[in-house]
């Protein structure tokens, strides 16, 4: 019915950069909030940022000044923008979306996720 696609990890040595895009698509009527949560291993999945649909955003402390997240709602795209990573950062990161399909009914979705690994 959805779907999120997320693309963009890699591999990245401490202090770089990487940018994170997960588009949806499918029977979309409308996207309330986007996020991004993340998990390493023998971890919880754990939340990273958000944003709702007036661009109102939340961070985890742990990454508060170093990402930002944004969203393009022409593109039923949510990005997050990773300055400054730390080896610490390296997870598997999923994105969700809070969508309101075209039949009406809320669905919270989830996408596949894309490995961000940074090390030296």
């Known amino acids: 019915q959805v779907q999120l696609v997320e693309s963009g990890g890699g591999l990245v040595e401490p202090g770089g950069s990487l940018r994170l895009s997960c588009a949806a698509s499918?029977?979309?009527?409308?996207?309330?909030?986007m996020g991004w949560y993340r998990q390493a291993p023998g971890k919880q999945r754990e939340l990273v940022a958000t944003?709702?649909?007036?661009?109102?955003?939340n961070y985890a402390a742990s990454v508060k000044g170093r990402f930002t997240i944004s969203r393009d709602n022409a593109k039923n795209t949510v990005y997050l923008q990773m300055n400054s990573l730390k080896p610490e950062d390296t997870a598997v990161y999923s994105c969700?979306?809070?969508?309101?399909?075209?039949?009406?009914?809320?669905?919270?979705?989830w996408g596949q996720g894309t490995q961000v690994t940074v090390s030296s």
């Open positions: 499918g029977s979309i009527y409308s996207i309330n909030y």
């Open positions: 944003i709702s649909s007036g661009g109102s955003t």
């Open positions: 969700n979306a809070g969508i309101v399909t075209t039949s009406g009914r809320f669905l919270g979705s």
